[in-house]
């Protein structure tokens, strides 16, 4: 979804001389990725006067970095991954240079005693839970956590604990549960565990290892559960772990008898 947020005047960029023609030459950014400071450059030159504003989607807490009169440069937070079309307007609302931009997907590794696993996560349908598992996965929680759950031709399930099936410590608080996003349970994608509860969802996560549109949403008193990511590299390393022989261990089922570790999880795009 996008927000259109409130345009920013160029006025910062002025000359001199009677023209009224205003000329872009280009708009581009440097660290252009989801959920990180970025800063959008726009040269070319403008004319005092002509009310030109910039229209940056999907860009929050905009603040002019930088001017000159040939340059402005905007810093400002990306909340959205794909196209963005970024804009300049005269005072007549007139589109006067436009550019499309990439926002690359957020991508993270996951480092596991079986292998490597990397999934391409979905912030523009679920934000708040993309947002939930970067800070997770920012603060280093995940380190040397315990795939904990198997169960063959389901699901392999991590995110709580550490050797022992002792909880790992430091889970923040719950999340809200965005379930009926367009995302279903289907093999090789990210999603996330929870109790009872639909907003319950705090660190544990797990793959699905086949379609399964039974933990998808179904209506409200079977909400479902909410997918975030998919695998786009490991496959078979995520099949490897869902082959392992499991046991009941401290009263939990499906505990793999020998410990799968996620050594690191760590964000790569």
């Known amino acids: 979804m996008k927000h259109w947020l409130p345009l920013l005047f160029l006025s910062l960029l002025f000359g001199c001389g009677g023209s009224d023609k205003a000329t872009i030459f280009d708009i581009s950014a440097a660290n252009l990725s989801y959920g990180t400071t970025a800063v959008i450059l726009f040269e070319g030159h403008f004319i005092g006067g002509q009310g030109l504003k910039t229209d940056i989607p999907n860009c929050a807490s905009q603040v002019i970095a930088a001017s000159t009169p040939t340059q402005l440069a905007i810093r400002c937070t990306v909340k959205a991954s794909g196209d963005m079309l970024v804009r300049v307007t005269n005072a007549a609302g007139e589109v006067v240079f436009a550019k499309i931009l990439n926002v690359p997907a957020p991508q993270v590794s ?106 998808d949403f179904q209506n409200a008193d079977n909400p479902g559960y909410a997918v975030f990511g998919k695998i786009v590299q490991g496959l078979d390393v995520m099949d490897t772990i869902g082959a392992v022989p499991t046991s009941v261990q401290s009263g939990q089922q499906d505990v793999p008898i020998g410990e799968v570790v996620v050594k690191t999880v760590t964000r790569i795009k």
Do not use: C, W
């Open 110 to 215: 996951f480092d596991t005693s079986k292998g490597q696993i990397v999934a391409e996560l979905n912030p523009n349908a679920a934000p708040v839970t993309v947002d939930n598992f970067l800070e997770y996965v920012k603060t280093g929680f995940y380190a040397n956590t315990l795939f904990h759950r198997v169960i063959p031709n389901f699901v392999i399930q991590g995110g709580g604990f550490i050797s022992g099936l002792a909880p790992q410590a430091g889970a923040g608080e719950p999340i809200a549960l965005e379930s009926n996003k367009g995302l279903s349970n289907l093999r090789g994608t990210l999603a996330m565990a929870r109790i009872t509860e639909p907003n319950s969802a705090t660190s544990q996560f797990y793959f699905n290892l086949k379609d399964n549109p039974t933990l």
